[in-house]
Structure formats: structure tokens, C-alpha cells
């Protein structure tokens, strides 16, 4: 596709149940980055991958918080048990290079997480 | 720690007037400083970045280093620049501090 790709779009989950969202990236992007938005706030880092490797995770606001990306591409955010602070826009980006943002980072649409 | 301060949440000008959006930031190490801009319903996309030195739909922003600002500007506002504006402070090649955001509205 032309840019970064989100889905689903919107999700609501019952408190307590797990979520999932995807992420594809441009393609050939090396960097990838998971951000969290609450409402009238910034995007907020979770995590960075290049490739496959996660190599910062310090953002990921609980255990109950995953993030992988198995063959360097696609991406999946796992949320477990969720709450309703859990409730926002997660937002993921990617960029060429390997040096991180460096270079321009471009950003999916988003998941708007709804916990009710 | 690291910090990016956008203290304005709204700021509304008449078309053809200047705009200041102001950040300021908190940084120990030499800083990556960045301007996104988010038009309605679309997604998040760069604007300028300092080390570019570039201006953008004639946007410029310039790095102050003595009061820690990385203010953007344009000398005459269209209505099209409606947007929200977010800075972002680069930290360790891989990630952004953003500020919470300018909601810019420009008048006809």
C-alpha cells in the first residue's frame, strides 16, 4: 500500500477482554513504532522495533502490554485484560532507515480503542 | 527528563495575519526538534524539522538553544493551515516527546 496501515479502525472491548491491533508498514521500512494518544493529549511512545528486534520497550505502560513483529514487517499490538485507562488512539509509524526517526517517520490512521 | 511544552490548546488568527505557535522543551543532550501537523481527518504527517532548515508551506521554525524554543511561524496565516500542530523533541534516534498540541483555526 502508499502508506501505513491500521486495523481495525475503531474497536470497542468489554473491560477485561484482550485486543489486538495491526500495523503494516510502508514497505521496506525498517523502523517501526507503536504511540498511544489519550484524548486532547500528544502521542505518547511505547515501543521500537527494528526489524524483528524490539529494541525499546520502555514506554509500554504495564506488563499487560505487548508488542511483536515476527518477520520484521507487520506489527501487532496486544493489549490483555483490558481497562478503561487503556481507552485511546494508538497510532504506529514507520521509517526507512535504521536509525530510527531519524529519518521522516509516517503514520498509520490509528486504532481508536474504545474499554467500556 | 525529557519534556516538550506547547502551552497554547487553541489559537485562532484572521486569514493573512502572522501566527507564532509556540514549544518549549527540556533537554539535557543537543536536541532533534520536529513540527507534525494533523489536518482534520487525516493522519499525522512531518512539517519541518530543524536540521533541515527548510520552510514548509512557508512555515519556519528556529532552534533557540538559550530559551530552549523551537517556535514555528508564518508571516501571513491561510485558512488552509487550519490544523493541530504538535512538536516533537527526538530522543535516542528512536523516539519522539510530543507536546499535547495547538489547535490552529484560521478565520477567512
Known amino acids: 500500500g502508499a502508506g501505513v496501515s491500521q486495523s481495525p479502525r475503531y474497536k470497542v472491548a468489554k473491560r477485561g477482554q484482550d485486543v489486538a491491533l495491526r500495523c503494516d508498514p510502508i514497505?521496506?521500512?525498517?523502523?517501526l513504532f507503536w504511540y498511544q494518544q489519550a484524548l486532547g493529549q500528544g502521542p505518547e511512545f511505547l515501543t521500537y522495533?527494528?526489524?524483528?528486534?524490539?529494541?525499546?520497550k520502555s514506554g509500554l505502560p504495564s506488563d499487560r502490554f505487548f508488542a511483536e513483529r515476527p518477520e520484521g514487517s507487520v506489527s501487532t499490538l496486544k493489549i490483555q485484560r483490558t481497562q478503561q485507562e487503556d481507552s485511546a488512539v494508538y497510532l504506529c509509524a514507520s521509517s526507512l532507515e535504521g536509525q530510527g526517526a531519524r529519518t521522516e517517520a509516517f503514520f498509520g490512521q490509528g486504532t481508536r480503542l474504545t474499554v467500556v | 527528563a525529557q519534556r516538550v511544552t506547547q502551552p497554547e490548546k487553541l489559537l485562532s488568527v484572521f486569514k493573512g495575519a502572522p501566527v507564532e505557535l509556540k514549544c518549549n522543551y527540556s533537554y539535557s543532550g543537543s536536541p532533534e526538534l520536529f513540527w507534525y501537523v494533523q489536518y482534520s481527518r487525516q493522519r499525522l504527517q512531518l512539517l519541518l524539522r530543524?536540521?533541515s532548515r527548510e520552510s514548509i508551506k512557508g512555515f519556519t521554525a528556529d532552534l533557540n538553544k538559550g530559551e530552549t524554543s523551537f517556535h514555528l511561524k508564518k508571516p501571513f496565516a491561510q485558512e488552509e493551515d487550519s490544523a493541530m500542530y504538535y512538536c516533537a523533541l527526538l530522543y535516542n534516534f528512536n523516539k519522539f516527546y510530543f507536546g499535547s498540541g495547538t489547535k490552529l483555526n484560521v478565520k477567512p
Open positions: 522495533f527494528q526489524n524483528e528486534a524490539q529494541l525499546d
Open positions: 514497505s521496506g521500512h525498517v523502523s
Open positions: 530543524h536540521i
